[in-house]
Structures are given as structure tokens and as C-alpha cells.
């Protein structure tokens, strides 16, 4: 026992020791997450007035970041499927790296639901016994039962993984097994009740669409395993991470299929709403054509639109999606694509025009973005960390050892 | 009135020292309630759901609120707790033949029910709508005319609250059953158990609901003192607000305020099951309506046309 808490000692000192290089980076993510901490701290003070956020926008910036991190924890289980229903061994050997993504994103939306609380001292309201949950009834406790059971699979599954690899010893794989499962349905559960969050609201026509939940699963299946292909790419180059070229090459074949099924899906929206013209097009129409002169959103959604053809135009050709500079180049513009499509594309026009056909165009105050990055900051600081501890466990996984 | 009447305005630009003080109080004062002694922020943290209070609870609750209320506003603010009557749903009905659009309703509401002035926290919004091109055209609704004298010619309007529904989408989001519908049909929230999550404000067809996005700020001699836990007592910043038909009033036997205020008399209001009531007479014998029936929300809060 003295032995193993020597060994993971030594690890977790690995893990937080570092270069130069790391140590800046990880002082500039300290510098934002502070900024971010301030900025909230005034919040808190002041109130959410310090956001755009009003009564006919009530929600913004911090719940689009939300929605967009709920996909991005499906990176892990695109990663899971092919390692291990299909056993394929080239992702087996990196699929830890997805779960702790999942990690990460859980962690992230649950800070961004956290900031746009009034009253986030009751957070203790939403817990089971000691508070007072609307369950079955209402999605939001759905969600965090969802969120929560999510982030503890992974949490155990990676746990469970370190454990034995920094201790030395074998990783037996029928242990977890039935949770590496769970985590399948699991993913796909935490996209639909996020997505059902909206999709159940009869006031807001935007949302109240059968296609929400699909359109939220076939984009988080873009988005989260193109993060896990830049963060790969990353991690190859910088902590000397050994990745099978195959690995990669198959992740982007699936994020091929993903981009396809999503845009066929926004199609399939588009059609109904602009060829049936009724009443509920108006804020299909406020995202990409602008309403009554009111166009905010109006560029980003094209914008949106063009990255994600140009991202499926990529991912398609073989040659592309297999030389990594091409690769990363299409990733990342999905990931922005997606990031603007299912953020403030997907929550804004859901109040625009508010239920009594008032316009009131929002954009995120300074506080929000300052806010907003200190999360993600946080969220990279907690990767690079998990991520350092990671590598130095799993020596065979370096090829470098002096990283 | 000028903004220095008010006790606390709520200042969004902050310079660099109140910046780091709040930044140093903020986590542990900023998402209370009122600057309260050390024992009440306590008791005010862990105070319970309104439903599950016995009558001990209540007084204490009660009282501590009243207390931290005095201190705040000066005024001597009752707190009152009555349940509903027995035998009593409330209904409204609102004759658009005789609204001329005056907005008296929506002063008296907000002179009745203690919301914010600044920012300006209304519970009613008056929609006006152009005659003889649409019905009811909500995207062509304009919520901020501005015209010398009401009526105009060209011009319908409408004003819209809380529509108390039988089948209320907020109180099905709510996660935390801060927001419920009493035997009465009045739609409630406790504001001390309201997280500020703002779900329910996305769900509700109507834009009736209302978030406190600051500290409210009202001026001391405008207070109302006489007030109902779940209706118009001082609210915090972070908490839903809306209309409650004026509980305060309505379960002492009094109407609402706007009921009474109206000086064309197109506001109705009475027991749903009294058969001898006008609201049912009205309801029986007119042609009356409900906004957004298609979604099915029901509400008790009918439109009609007497004439």
C-alpha cells in the first residue's frame, strides 16, 4: 500500500511539474480564470444585470456555452463505440483521453448552469432529499441527474484507469467493462434530455420542434470528436503522446458521417419552416435573414453555415481527412461552426421575438465574456492537468520520456 | 421622484474599490437576501420551502423577513400568510371593447405590489395593435406606444398578465417546486426558494414573468406594507416575480388593484365557482376567449367583448 501511494506520489508531482513552455501556459490560464473570478465575484454583487441578459432574453451566453459543452462530452463515446464494440485497438489505447473530455465538459457545464443561477447559494435546492426536486416533471432536474451520472462514470472509469497504471499494475478491463457500457447510452441520454429541455417548451416555437434532440446529437457527434482530433494532434506534438495515425484517421471518418447526418438535419428544418412560412419562421428568419431590420445574429449564422460545408467538404475527401495539417484545419472549423450553430444560434432566436412579439437583440455584455472564458480557461487547466498526470502514468503511451 | 430618493440604486458601473470589496464579500453576502446579522444570513440560508413550514416556522420566518424588511425600507411591512378560501377559484375576464389603453392598470399594479422602479419591473405590459389588419398580431404588437391621449383611433389594445392557467408550463419546468399553483388557481412563487434559473420564464407563453436581474429598488414612501408571503412582500435580487391577482387583496375579500383602478371598467374579477358570480355570467353569456388556446395552458384569464 506504502508503495503504490509512493508511486502515484510521484505521478501526481509529474503531473504538476513542468517546462517552460507549460509553465507559461498554465500561468496564463491562471491570469484568465482570475479575470473570470473577479468578473463573477461582481456579478454576484451586482446581480445578472451585468449581463445582456433581460426579461425577453432570459437567457444567454453562459447557457449557449452550456449546450454547446453537453456535445463536446460526446467525444468520449464516439470513442468508446469503435474501441469497444468494435475492439478496435488503435483508439482502445487512447480512449481514456475522450473520457477525461467528458470529464472536463461536465465539469465546464455544470459552471456555466453554476454563473447563471440569481441565487446560486440554493444550489442545494436541486439536491435529492435535503431539497425539493420537480421530478419527474421538470427536464432541468432530468438533466442534472443526466449531467451528474455522467460526469461519476467517467470520473470512476478514468479514476479506476490512473489508478492501476500509476500503481503499476494490471488494468483489468472485465472490472469496468459494464460501466465502459453504461457510458454509451449514458452520452447519448445527456444530449437528449438537454436537448428535451427545450424541445418541451409549447411557448417557444424555435425550439418546439421533433427534430431538436436528433439535430443536438448528429452536431455534439461533429464537435466532440473534432476536439478530441485537435487536442490529439496537440498532445502528439507538444507531450510526445504515441497515437496510431489510424486512430485519427478513423475518428475523422466517423466525424465525416456526423457532419453529413447534421447538415442533412438542419436541411430538413430549414425546409419545413421556409416552404410552410407560418407564424413560428420568425426566428429562422431572425437568424438568417434578420427581422425587421434586426440582424445581429444574421452573419454568424451564415458564417456558421459556410464552416460547417467547408468542415464536411474536408472530412469527405479521403486524402483530406488523412494528412493531419488538413485534419486539424477541418476540426477546427466544425468546432466553431458547431459552436456558433448549437450556442447562441440555438438559444437567442428561441426569445426572438419574445412570446409577445417583442425584439430585443442581445449580445454578450463584457462581464459574460469575461466570465465565460475564466470557465474556459478553467476547463483547459483541468485537462492539461488530468491530461500531464495521464501521460506520465501510462509510460509505454510516450515515446519521449524526458516530457 | 429623482433616482437619489432610492435607498439603494443599483449601480452597474463600479469603480475599482467597491470592485475589489465586492469582490472580496461577494461570494459569502452577495446572493442573500438583504444585509442581515449573522445569525439571520444563516437562518435566511437554510430557511424551508414555504409549504413545508408548520406554523411555528411560519411566525419565525415571518418575522425575521418582516424585521430585515423594517431595517431595509423603513416602513413598518406586515407579512401576511392567509390561505386560501375554501370554495374559491379566481377568475378574470378583461372587456377589449372598452380597453382604451390608459395603463392605470399597470401604476396601480406596480403601486399595489412592491416590484422594482428602477429597474423598471412591470407584472402587466400592455400590447397596442393596429385595427383592420390582423386579430391578434403579437410580432406587430408595439409594448412601448407613447401618444399624447389614449384612446387612438387607429389602435386596439390588450394587456397581458399572468393568465394563472389551469395547466401552468412554469410550474411544470420549475426543478425546484418554487413556483406552484394554489387550491385558489393563483399561480404562487416562494421567493426565498426560487434558485433564479429562469426556466419557467422561458416557458411561459405569456411574458408574465419577471426576473429581479438587480437589487429592486424601491423609494421609501412608496412602499406597500401590507403584504402576502406569496404575493407582493419585498423581493431580492435572482428571483422570479409575477402577478399573483393580488393575493394580498383578493383572499381579504378586495379586488385586485388594477380591477379597481380601471376608469373604463373593462377589468372583471370573482369566484370561478360561485354560479351567481359576474365572472361566470360574463363567461356564460359573452363572447369570451383566451390567449394562445392552441397550446393548451387553459388559462383563468378570459378576453371578451361586451360590446
Known amino acids: 500500500m506504502d508503495a503504490l501511494q509512493e508511486k502515484s506520489r510521484v505521478t501526481v508531482g509529474q503531473a504538476i511539474r513542468g517546462g517552460k513552455a507549460y509553465r507559461i501556459w498554465v500561468a496564463c490560464l491562471a ?97 435529492p432529499l435535503i431539497g425539493k426536486m420537480n421530478f419527474p416533471s421538470s427536464l432541468l432536474i432530468w438533466d442534472v441527474l443526466a449531467l451528474g451520472g455522467y460526469l461519476a462514470i ?28 453504461l457510458s454509451i447510452p449514458w452520452a447519448v441520454s445527456i444530449h437528449t434530455v438537454t436537448a428535451f429541455i427545450f424541445n418541451g417548451l409549447s411557448s417557444r416555437p424555435f425550439w418546439n420542434a421533433s427534430i431538436l434532440a436528433p439535430r443536438f446529437l448528429a452536431s455534439a457527434f461533429c464537435s466532440g470528436p473534432a476536439i478530441m482530433i485537435v487536442l490529439f494532434e496537440l498532445m502528439r506534438k507538444y507531450a510526445g503522446l504515441k497515437i496510431e495515425e489510424r486512430a485519427l484517421a478513423k475518428i475523422a471518418e466517423l466525424v465525416a458521417y456526423t457532419i453529413g447526418i447534421n447538415l442533412f438535419l438542419l436541411g430538413a428544418e430549414m425546409f419545413k419552416e421556409f416552404y410552410s412560412g407560418s407564424a413560428h419562421l420568425a426566428p429562422l428568419r431572425y437568424l438568417y435573414f434578420g427581422l425587421n431590420g434586426h440582424d445581429r445574429l444574421v452573419p454568424w449564422a451564415w458564417l456558421a453555415l459556410i464552416l460547417n460545408i467547408s468542415a464536411f467538404a474536408i472530412f469527405l475527401a479521403p486524402d483530406l481527412r488523412q ?68 501521460i506520465a502514468a501510462l509510460p509505454h503511451a510516450v515515446q519521449a520520456q524526458d516530457r | 421622484m ?39 444570513l444563516w437562518s435566511s440560508l ?78 402587466i405590459s400592455v400590447l397596442r395593435m393596429k ?34 392557467c389551469e395547466n401552468p408550463p412554469c410550474v411544470k419546468v420549475c426543478p425546484t417546486k418554487a413556483t406552484w399553483k394554489e387550491p385558489d388557481g393563483i399561480v404562487v412563487i416562494d421567493y426565498d426558494w426560487c434558485i433564479g434559473c429562469r426556466y419557467c420564464m422561458a416557458a411561459c407563453p405569456y411574458g408574465a414573468r419577471r426576473f429581479n436581474w438587480s437589487a429592486p429598488s424601491i423609494g421609501r414612501n412608496e412602499i406597500n406594507p401590507h403584504t402576502h408571503y406569496l404575493g407582493n412582500r419585498p423581493r431580492q435580487k435572482g428571483v422570479v416575480e409575477k402577478c399573483t391577482f393580488c393575493i394580498q387583496r383578493t383572499r381579504e375579500g378586495r379586488y385586485p388593484a388594477c380591477v379597481e383602478v380601471c376608469p373604463a371598467g373593462a377589468r372583471k374579477f370573482g369566484n370561478l365557482l360561485d354560479e351567481r358570480s359576474e365572472i361566470r355570467h360574463i363567461i356564460e353569456h359573452k363572447r369570451v376567449f383566451r390567449l394562445k388556446e392552441d397550446l393548451n395552458t387553459v388559462p383563468t384569464f378570459f378576453y371578451f367583448f361586451a360590446s
Open chain 1, 323 to 390: 494528412k493531419p495539417v488538413t485534419r486539424s484545419i477541418g476540426a477546427g472549423l466544425i468546432i466553431v461552426g458547431v459552436y456558433i450553430e448549437k450556442g447562441m444560434g440555438l438559444v437567442v432566436p428561441g426569445f426572438i421575438p419574445d412570446t409577445l412579439g417583442e425584439i430585443y437583440q442581445y449580445w454578450p455584455s463584457w462581464s459574460e465574456l469575461i466570465i465565460t472564458v475564466g470557465i474556459w480557461a478553467a476547463g483547459a487547466l483541468l485537462y492539461t492537468v488530468m491530461a500531464k498526470f495521464a
Open chain 1, 31 to 127: 491570469a484568465l480564470i482570475l479575470a473570470g473570478l473577479l468578473a463573477y465575484f461582481r456579478q454576484l454583487d451586482v446581480g445578472l444585470i451585468t449581463t445582456a441578459m433581460r426579461d425577453q432574453v432570459s437567457w444567454g451566453f453562459y447557457i449557449s456555452n452550456f449546450i454547446f459543452l453537453v456535445g463536446v462530452a460526446a467525444a468520449a463515446v464516439l470513442l468508446v463505440i469503435p474501441a469497444y464494440l468494435y475492439d478496435f485497438k488503435p483508439i482502445k489505447e487512447i480512449v481514456l483521453f475522450g473520457e477525461m473530455v467528458a470529464i472536463v465538459a461536465v465539469t465546464m457545464c455544470i459552471l456555466f448552469v453554476f454563473v447563471d443561477m440569481g441565487q446560486p447559494l440554493r444550489l442545494w435546492h436541486l439536491a
Open chain 2, 2 to 40: 429623482s433616482l437619489r430618493d432610492f435607498p439603494s440604486p443599483p449601480s452597474v458601473k463600479v469603480d475599482r474599490r467597491t470592485f475589489l470589496k465586492g469582490a472580496a464579500l461577494g461570494v459569502a453576502t452577495a446572493a442573500l437576501p438583504l444585509n442581515s446579522a449573522n445569525a439571520s
Open chain 2, 46 to 123: 437554510f430557511q424551508k420551502h414555504f409549504v413545508e413550514m408548520d406554523e411555528d416556522d411560519r411566525k419565525r420566518v415571518i418575522a425575521r423577513l418582516e424585521n430585515e424588511a423594517r431595517q431595509r425600507y423603513g416602513a413598518d411591512i406586515q407579512i401576511g400568510a392567509a390561505d386560501a378560501m375554501p370554495d374559491v377559484k379566481f377568475g378574470y375576464a378583461l372587456d377589449l371593447s372598452r380597453c382604451i389603453g390608459c395603463r392605470r392598470c399597470v401604476s396601480a399594479c406596480s403601486a399595489e405590489n412592491n416590484p422594482s422602479r428602477n429597474p423598471q419591473i412591470n407584472w
Open chain 2, 131 to 164: 385595427k383592420g389588419e390582423k386579430w391578434i398580431d403579437l410580432e406587430g404588437a408595439d409594448k412601448y406606444y407613447d401618444p399624447l391621449a389614449v384612446p387612438e383611433t387607429d389602435y386596439f389594445y390588450i394587456p397581458v398578465q399572468c393568465q394563472q
Open chain 1, 154 to 181: 467517467n470520473a470512476l472509469l478514468v479514476g479506476y484507469a490512473l489508478r492501476r497504471h500509476s500503481a503499476g499494475k494490471e488494468y483489468r478491463l472485465a472490472v469496468i467493462l459494464p460501466l465502459i457500457l
